[in-house]
């Protein structure tokens, strides 16, 4: 029987699963760059952040009124969870781990100042998110641009959520 030779180019990746390797269901898939790879994973460490700072504020914060606010950050910590969960499967279908270090975590002391830090991680979350948009679609990423504009319209809600709380 005559052998098969899988030719790999540098931007492909290696059978992994035991399915891939055993039965010989693998499909070479086009690899993004790395440059992509590594905006995927500041995104997880972004995402991992803000889904421990807002369930801690929502832990943490207290005073009169509070608990509309906290059950809101509860919510909207759990949407960044799921957030990181789906960039995770996308570094997955690549065959990359995705980090578990989240990027620096402010939790802030006051409700208000709470919510104002919020609010500066969602827009620096919105300005990075466009340019994985702009980057995916540059490389024929299709599957990872529609991600992130599922994700970027998420991010703009938890922005307005926060704006109108501080109003
Ligand atoms: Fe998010
Ligand atoms: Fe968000």
Do not use: C
């Not at 760059?33 to 460490?45: G, H, P, R, T």
């Not at 943490?60 to 759990?78: D, Q």
């Not at 830090?117 to 995916?136: C, G, S, V």
Request: glycine share 4%; net charge negative.
């Amino acid at each position: 029987m005559q052998s098969t030779n899988i030719v790999l180019s540098s931007n492909s990746r290696l059978p992994r699963t035991e399915d891939e390797i055993h039965n010989g269901n693998f499909v070479v898939i086009d690899m993004p760059s790395q440059e992509l790879i590594n905006m995927l994973q500041k995104a997880v460490s972004m995402e991992l952040q803000v889904s421990i700072q807002y369930i801690w504020q929502h832990v943490r914060g207290a005073g009169m009124n509070s608990l509309p606010v906290t059950a809101e950050l509860k919510s909207i910590a759990i949407d960044e969870m799921k957030h990181a969960e789906e960039i995770a499967e996308r570094l997955d279908y690549f065959g990359v781990m995705a980090t578990t270090e989240p990027a620096p975590i402010t939790v802030g002391k006051a409700l208000k100042e709470m919510i104002s830090l919020d609010k500066k991680a969602e827009a620096d979350t919105i300005a990075f998110y466009k340019q994985i948009i702009k980057r995916a679609t540059d490389e024929g990423e299709f599957t990872t641009q529609r991600l992130f504009m599922k994700l970027l319209e998420d991010e703009e809600e938890h922005h307005a959520t926060f704006t109108a709380l501080l109003e």
